[in-house]
């Protein structure tokens, strides 16, 4: 999935500094050792319906200042994969594994915890 958003970097010295956007692309992980009697993890409908909920709070803002978390996190891809993650797992619990943020074709920041 994707979304699309404007941000700047804060404590950044470079071209980041100041306002741009990104079509950013999101992969979500989940994973886990127990399948339900349909005999999958979780249904990808629940999965696609949830991030889409997350990827709403972000789509079409300026993350510095109308997304919360931004306001008192810098709005990294690093940060961005975190805010997913930690949404997801609200929903998912530790079936959550992974969120990766792609902010260009080649350069991707991807969030997890240790179990």
């Given at each position: 999935?994707?979304?699309?958003?404007?941000?700047?970097?804060?404590?950044?010295?470079?071209?980041?500094?100041?306002?741009?956007?990104?079509?950013?692309?999101?992969?979500?992980?989940?994973?886990?050792?127990?399948?339900?009697?349909?005999?999958?993890?979780?249904?990808?409908?629940?999965?696609?319906?949830?991030?889409?909920?997350?990827?709403?709070?972000?789509?079409?803002?300026?993350?510095?200042?109308?997304?919360?978390?931004?306001?008192?996190?810098?709005?990294?891809?690093?940060?961005?994969?975190?805010?997913?993650?930690?949404?997801?797992?609200?929903?998912?619990?530790e079936l959550t594994d992974r969120v990766v943020v792609w902010e260009?074709?080649?350069?991707?920041?991807?969030?997890?915890?240790?179990?």
């Amino acid at each position: 999935m994707s979304f699309n958003g404007a941000h700047n970097l804060r404590n950044y010295n470079g071209k980041c500094e100041n306002l741009h956007g990104h079509n950013w692309k999101v992969e979500a992980y989940l994973k886990g050792n127990e399948l339900n009697e349909t005999e999958m993890l979780v249904d990808f409908t629940i999965l696609k319906k949830r991030l889409k909920e997350i990827l709403e709070t972000l789509d079409h803002k300026y993350l510095n200042e109308e997304v919360p978390f931004f306001v008192e996190h810098n709005p990294t891809s690093e940060n961005i994969s975190k805010y997913i993650y930690t949404c997801l797992k609200e929903t998912f619990g530790e079936l959550t594994d992974r969120v990766v943020v792609w902010e260009t074709d080649i350069q991707a920041a991807e969030y997890w915890e240790n179990d």
